[in-house]
């Protein structure tokens, strides 16, 4: 049998289709381990292969795309991963002998899932996880290593260079690129796939997410030096009677995939949705062509605007480096929907002083009004709002859509937050979402500054939004907080805003270590009321902690006696803030807002 890459310069070849989402047309139930089926039921692996290549197929995809032992570890069969790999080249293989026909067998290999800045998964040990994967489909004799559904190239990279040192087995590494061009990193595709090619691919192109009209769009922009793949979903996904269904017809989709071919792709199959039936027609639609001409003078190119707006917000940061001491106060948005006591004590709080409200976005799990629509009223008094966004609540669309909504308002400022689990809070049956943590937050807010979502989109706009982080001094561990602090900066985040601190050697300390950082971190400074408070906060509320000498100068005090002692305490431990820091960031307890304006009065009078 001739070479693959040889019969590649040759001719078109045409690909099989979708595995996963035909095993649940098939009736495997949604959630199971569909790479464990090639132990369990490999008949129905072996005759979703057979069916393949009655259609017309040339290349087998194994059943493996999620067969590393980060997912599988899911199910727990993480022990499981050479044997699964290994069963799943074995199939198809023997699906292609049994068959009598010319096909090849593409290890399929999947990235590994890991969620975009997820610090708990940052010690493993990707090079092995990839390893292991691939060398158990080349033990089960795959012709072709396939790597696929990739949206980060560096993470393609190194399962590239992993593939390549296992052997001379053609490589094809394919991206999943939104219709754009631009990957959720930033890279354009085409771009992306040259640097792929240069690495050592021996295909790149594009499979998954867009439907063959998009993929077709995709293609007329780029011009790989290597030959091209595609691999387009079935259209558009739509969720009807229980179960997803694509509605693109075998005729539509084989006529596109014949003017892929045309148009300079030389492996064309397809992706979710697609069946033997697509497959079938596709094979007849491009059978006897060679691939057409690829026109690198269309190169992908994307332009962005500035977005420029007269009454554009004033930034904390350019108060700072006017040299003003900056005070940033936190008012907690209402539980209930009455709003006037609220909208009292922030008028009242800024004529003393404060130059920003911050507003928590349901801290601690409970429900409150939308910080959002205080922050848009808060600025039609003339007050400047900054937003907590927490992502808990919201995934990666919402994220984004809040985000532009505040630009699209005149907001600029912006505290990132991973958020606290929605089970600790006043609605234990509520989902946490949790697409990405604080430091995803961060890229996504850098991403849609650069002009470009996290899909790619342009905005021909850039938002110019002012993202800041948070810190926490009272950890007893503070070198691995400064070490995540360190790392929200080089994601993007622009000033710090600390958890509460009570004592002026943590402010000193929190000073030495985070001036490397060469931004401005806002200390928070909470009074304290009475005893009971001090001894509740430090008790039950995440983050505080509240030292020895303090609760002693607070025990049993309740009443005026207790918040004069509570001010005391806060403005000995303001002084020291403003020793270091360019301002102080005040809490507001309780909508006890008299005691936070005389704090922020006592600053202004220094």
């Given amino acids: 049998m001739e070479g693959f890459l040889e019969t590649l310069r040759e001719r078109v070849l045409c690909g099989d289709g979708a595995i996963g989402t035909l095993l649940a047309e098939r009736g495997v139930p949604a959630g199971s381990c569909f790479e464990e089926l090639c132990l369990s039921r490999p008949e129905l692996i072996s005759s979703l292969h057979a069916d393949y290549l009655a259609a017309g197929a040339e290349i087998l995809t194994t059943d493996s795309f999620g067969a590393n032992g980060l997912k599988l570890a899911t199910f727990g069969l993480e022990g499981r991963v050479t044997e699964i790999n290994r069963a799943a ?169 014949r003017r892929m071919a045309e148009s300079g792709a030389a492996l064309v199959g397809g992706c979710c949705g697609t069946s033997p039936d697509h497959i079938r027609a596709l094979s007849a639609a491009i059978h006897g062509l060679k691939p057409g001409p690829l026109r690198r003078e269309a190169a992908i190119t994307i332009e962005t605007s500035v977005a420029t707006s007269e009454s554009r917000e004033t930034s904390l940061l350019d108060l700072v480096a006017a040299g003003k001491t900056v005070i940033v106060t936190e008012l907690d948005p209402p539980k209930t929907l009455p709003l006037e006591k609220f909208f009292h004590a922030a008028e009242a709080i800024s004529r003393a002083g404060s130059d920003a409200i911050t507003l928590a976005d349901n801290s601690l799990a409970i429900l409150r009004v939308s910080n959002f629509a205080v922050a848009a009223l808060l600025k039609q008094k003339g007050i400047l709002p900054l937003l907590h966004l927490s992502c808990r609540d919201k995934n990666v669309i919402g994220l984004q859509s809040e985000l532009l909504g505040m630009a699209a308002l005149g907001m600029r400022h912006v505290l990132a937050l991973t958020g606290d689990p929605a089970k600790g809070g006043d609605h234990p049956d509520a989902t946490s979402v ?168 006592f600053v202004r009078g220094r």
Wanted: aromatic content about 6%.
């Fill in 89 to 257: 080249a074995a199939l198809a293989k023997g699906a292609v002998a049994n068959s009598g026909k010319i096909a090849w067998v593409a290890g399929s290999v999947g990235p590994l899932g890991i969620p975009q800045g997820d610090i708990s998964l940052s010690d493993l040990d990707r090079e092995a996880l990839f390893r292991t994967q691939i060398v158990g489909l080349l033990e089960g004799g795959a012709d072709i290593i396939l790597l696929e559904t990739f949206q980060d190239p560096e993470e393609l990279h190194l399962a590239l260079r992993i593939a390549k040192s296992l052997g001379d087995t053609p490589v094809i590494t394919l991206l999943a690129s939104p219709e754009s061009g631009r990957l959720p990193g930033g890279a354009s595709v085409g771009e992306a796939l040259d640097r792929l090619a240069d690495a050592g691919a021996d295909v790149v192109g594009l499979n998954c997410v867009n439907g063959p009209q998009a993929m077709l769009r995709l293609l007329e922009k780029i011009a790989p030096v290597r030959p091209l793949a595609l691999f387009p979903n079935a259209g558009r996904p739509s969720y009807q009677e229980g179960r997803i269904s694509y509605g693109t017809s075998p005729e539509y989709f084989a006529d596109l995939g």
């Fill in 434 to 601: 949790y697409d990405v943590n604080s430091i995803g937050l961060l890229g996504i807010i850098r991403r849609l500054n650069e002009g470009f979502t996290q899909a790619g989109t342009d905005l021909q706009a850039r938002p110019d939004l002012v993202a800041g982080c948070t810190f926490n001094p009272n950890s007893r561990n503070l070198d691995a907080q400064v070490q995540k602090l360190e790392r929200k900066v080089a994601a993007g985040a622009r000033y710090v805003m600390t958890q509460p601190v009570f004592e002026t050697h943590l402010v000193e300390e929190t000073a030495q270590r985070t001036s490397h950082l060469g931004i401005p971190v806002f200390t928070g400074v909470w009074p304290l009321l009475n005893g009971r408070q001090a001894k509740f906060l430090h008790n039950e509320v995440p983050g505080i902690s509240i030292p020895d000498s303090i609760m002693a100068r607070m025990d049993g005090l309740e009443g005026d006696a207790g918040r004069k002692e509570g001010v005391a305490v806060a403005k000995e431990v303001t002084r020291a803030v403003l020793d270091h820091f360019p301002g102080v960031y005040f809490m507001t307890p309780f909508l006890a807002y008299q005691t936070t304006e005389e704090l922020c009065a």
